[in-house]
T-cell receptor
Framework: DTGVSQDPRHKITKRGQNVTFRCDPI?????LYWYRQTLGQGPEFLTY????????KSRLLSDRFSAERPKGSFSTLEIQRTEQGDSAMYLC????????????FGSGTQLSVL | AQTVTQSQPEMSVQEAETVTLSCTYD???????LFWYKQPPSRQMILVIR??????QNATENRFSVNFQKAAKSFSLKISDSQLGDTAMYFC??????????FGGGTRLMVKP
């Protein structure tokens, strides 16, 4: 158990629909991250939060993507007007302790856009 | 762009043997962290080992050890006494400010009985 729960595990949607994923850190943590992983590739950084503040966003995060962490605990990632290229595994990760400590990943949400 | 490169897309090893996975990286920072993550078929990313760039001593975790060559920007993973459960994708990653990890493209390791 990495202390990170993601919901749903799988999501199938039609192109043009909006989807929302949720990340719930179970244990006490420091920062919360979102990564995207396409098949056969390594994860790519999307964004991260320190408490409620979104401190960094990748250029991969287009206008259709928005992430929130309203109370500094759970986080949501929404994709509007989904495209087939959005099909990927969306991973949430947390850290404990100081800068550059270990990242602990959740099991991810697999998105398939038809 | 600062990159992480894993030049071996696939590798195989016989059970109980030793295998080394290669990784090179690019960075302009002097202080950073390097990681190896394992991703089995379940797709859960599992931290295998971590190395602080300011430490000369190579990190070791049970059967897993690294060969960190800072000047060459090389960070290889050695798995000793390979087990069937080691079959997975292995990703090398570099940690920058804010814990933003940059991952390599991965090496698929197959441990054969």
């Amino acid at each position: 158990d990495t202390g990170v729960s993601q919901d749903p595990r799988h999501k199938i949607t039609k192109r043009g629909q909006n989807v929302t994923f949720r990340c719930d850190p179970i244990s006490e943590h420091n920062r919360l991250y979102w990564y995207r992983q396409t098949l056969g590739q390594g994860p790519e950084f999307l964004t991260y939060f320190q408490n409620e503040a979104q401190l960094e966003k990748s250029r991969l995060l287009s206008d259709r993507f928005s992430a929130e962490r309203p109370k500094g605990s759970f986080s949501t990632l929404e994709i509007q007007r989904t495209e087939q290229g959005d099909s990927a595994m969306y991973l949430c990760a947390i850290t404990f302790g100081d800068l550059n400590e270990k990242l602990f990943f959740g099991s991810g949400t697999q998105l398939s856009v038809l | 762009a600062q990159t992480v490169t894993q030049s071996q897309p696939e590798m195989s090893v016989q059970e109980a043997e030793t295998v080394t996975l290669s990784c090179t990286y690019d960075t302009s920072e002097n202080n950073y962290y390097l990681f190896w993550y394992k991703q089995p078929p379940s797709r859960q990313m599992i931290l295998v080992i971590r190395q602080e760039a300011y430490k000369q001593q190579n990190a070791t975790e049970n059967r897993f050890s690294v060969n960190f060559q800072k000047a060459a920007k090389s960070f290889s993973l050695k798995i000793s006494d390979s087990q069937l459960g080691d079959t997975a994708m292995y990703f090398c990653a570099r940690g920058d400010a804010g814990n933003m990890l940059t991952f390599g493209g991965g090496t698929r390791l197959m441990v054969k009985p």
